[in-house]
């Protein structure tokens, strides 16, 4: 990886792409041999925002590397209450720890962060932002199970105030990749990821209805309508549940369709999709660690 740092999916190559993907690979295959790669590490857990996946999938990669963590905990019982600024906090931690994990409600949080300390740190979603690291293991389930090359993705749901969408979108400009945008016309792509997605020269279309596009998909990724970034609740409330996945929209869909979702659902995807082969989501959320692993064991490695 060229940086110390992963803050945004605009910075990954192909190669530090598939550097992450291979050591992922590497590490399913044979976890045991990566068991100790990291004993007397420890990696900072930095959340100001809710998170199970993220945070867990952070601490149990370090651990199965043989390293530690250390966990701000929640943010109530922490000197954040105290009015402590999160300059002040980073490099606080940065005195704990060998890398950091920050998620922050305001987007642009980790740049700032970054500038104030030298261990590596992942951006784990600052606000609607990016969320690179959950990227990383989107593209591994979509290579394992779509490829990565000649690939058609349609990306549904809140466009705009999704972060996971933004990394994605802009990590899959390295590729041979046909993107279809589905969304209310209120939640399409903020104005700078259709800057970076058209500057990229990538294929791109948006729509409105999922069956124009629907049948052509080989992967179809979900999301959640983040209701917490919503300025106005009423505006929240006419775009809820537009986007539904069941067995009826699945109609005119290829057999072979994945569908991903970062998780958490509300209810983007019936429960009854769940059992069918499309459903890839929970296998994209244990990917997490084998990922989280090879980031880490990456990033770490740089540092040596
Ligand atoms: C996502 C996030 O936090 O951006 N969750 C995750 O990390 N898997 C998606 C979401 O909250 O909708």
């Known amino acids: 990886m060229r940086q110390d740092h992963l803050i945004s999916a605009v910075d990954l190559s192909r190669e530090d792409i598939e550097a992450v993907l291979d ?95 030298d261990v590596p740190l992942v951006n784990a ?38 972060r996971t969408v933004h990394s994605l979108a802009e990590a899959l400009t390295n590729f041979d990749v046909n993107q ?20 990229s020269g990538a294929s791109v279309k948006e729509h409105t209805e999922l069956d124009e596009v629907l049948p052509e998909l080989d992967v179809l990724y979900v999301t959640r309508i983040q209701r917490e970034r919503f300025p106005d609740e009423n505006e929240y409330l006419k775009v809820a549940g537009e986007y539904k996945i069941d067995d009826e929209t699945l109609a005119a ?10 998780l958490p659902r509300v209810d983007e995807i019936a429960p009854e999709i769940d059992d069918s082969d499309h459903a890839k989501y929970f296998e994209q959320a244990h990917n997490g660690i084998p990922v989280r692993m090879a980031l880490l064991d990456i990033l770490l490695s740089n540092d040596d």
């Not at 293991?137 to 349609?154: M, P, Q």
């Not at 869909?253 to 970062?262: E, Q, T």
């Open 23 to 117: 050591r992922a690979a590497e590490i399913d295959a044979n976890p045991a041999a990566f068991r100790q790669r990291h004993a007397g590490t420890v990696l900072g857990l930095c959340f100001f925002e809710p998170s199970t996946r993220t945070r867990m999938s952070f601490d149990t990669a370090m651990k199965r590397l043989g390293g530690q963590t250390v966990d701000m905990g929640p943010v109530e019982s922490s000197s954040v209450k105290k009015g402590e600024t999160l300059a002040d906090t980073v490099r606080v931690v940065e005195g704990y720890a060998d890398a950091l994990v920050l998620r922050h409600p305001s987007e642009g949080a980790a740049t700032m962060a970054a500038e104030f300390i």
């Open 125 to 162: 979603g600052d606000g609607a932002g990016q969320h690179p690291s959950q990227t990383l293991l989107d593209l591994y389930t979509i290579r394992e199970n779509a490829g990565l090359d000649d690939l058609t993705i349609g990306i549904m749901g809140d466009l705009k105030y999704g």
């Open 180 to 199: 279809h945008f589905i969304s209310p016309e209120s939640l399409q792509l903020p104005r700078n990821v259709r800057y970076d997605l058209h500057a």
């Open 253 to 262: 869909a290829s057999d072979d369709l994945v569908i991903m979702h970062p």
